[in-house]
């Protein structure tokens, strides 16, 4: 939380060796921010939003975990979420844009956007999701959700030419630490599980045949 706190609002002095490397751009791309300003209002809104957006998808992974094990059939799992997730994005997309040039996709961007989103983040990143639910469980997955801002600050570095700076890279630091100690404690946790089961085991008496015949 720290590491993310910390790539987030603080920013200091910008990194200038990511700018020397050659790399394609594609910041033509997007529009400009600077052209739409971002008032107080939506600020308080969109934290708001984003708060819930953690809430429901950490609830999420809890429900999956029970599911899996009830149905462990995890790409069957994943292509309900993908079709229900599909009409109800349907849904909202009507009630927002009924003008049918916005569902116009040309060989441009919005279609490489599309495309991705449905081959990778959605019928690739689900199964996966599931199957490691099914292995790990909810707080497994959820620890590496962080990492995704330390992949979004590189990339949007490379790809988009924003500048990277000094608060992102400890940011990173202290979120790689902070994973790595979660899953140093999850092991020596299993290690400990497995040692005392192990004991239960032994303290056990084990009666032979013959003996159980007498009793």
Same mark, same amino acid.
């Given at each position: ?6 790539? =987030? ?20 791309? =997007? ?8 008032? @107080? ?17 950490? =609830?999420?992974?809890? !429900?999956? $975990? ?10 069957? !799992? ?11 994005? @349907? ?17 441009? !961007? ?9 081959? !990778? $983040? ?85 009666? =032979? ?7």
């Amino acid at each position: 939380m720290g590491g993310a706190m910390l790539l =987030t609002f603080y920013k200091g002095p910008k990194i200038m060796v990511l700018d020397q490397l050659p790399h394609p751009k594609f910041a033509h791309l =997007t529009e400009n921010p600077q052209s739409h300003p971002i008032s @107080t209002g939506n600020q308080i809104i969109g934290s708001f939003l984003g708060i819930i957006s953690c809430f429901t998808y950490a =609830t999420w992974l809890v !429900i999956q $975990a029970k599911v899996s094990k009830v149905y462990p059939c995890h790409y069957s !799992i994943a292509a309900m979420v993908c079709l229900f997730g599909a009409l109800q994005s @349907t849904v909202m997309a009507l009630c927002v844009h009924r003008d049918m040039e916005h569902w116009r996709l040309g060989l441009n !961007i919005r279609l490489y956007s599309s495309a991705y989103a449905g081959l !990778i $983040a959605s019928g690739s990143a689900f199964p996966l999701l599931s199957w490691c639910l099914r292995k790990k469980g909810p707080l497994f997955i959820s620890v590496f959700s962080p990492l995704m801002l330390i992949f979004v600050a590189l990339m949007s570095s490379i790809i988009l030419d924003e500048a990277l700076h000094l608060g992102s890279v400890l940011g990173s630091v202290l979120i790689v630490g902070g994973l790595y100690m979660v899953l140093w404690g999850k092991a020596k946790e299993a290690a400990d599980l497995s040692q005392d089961e192990n004991q239960g085991k032994e303290s056990i008496p084990v009666t =032979t045949d013959g003996e159980n015949e007498m009793k």
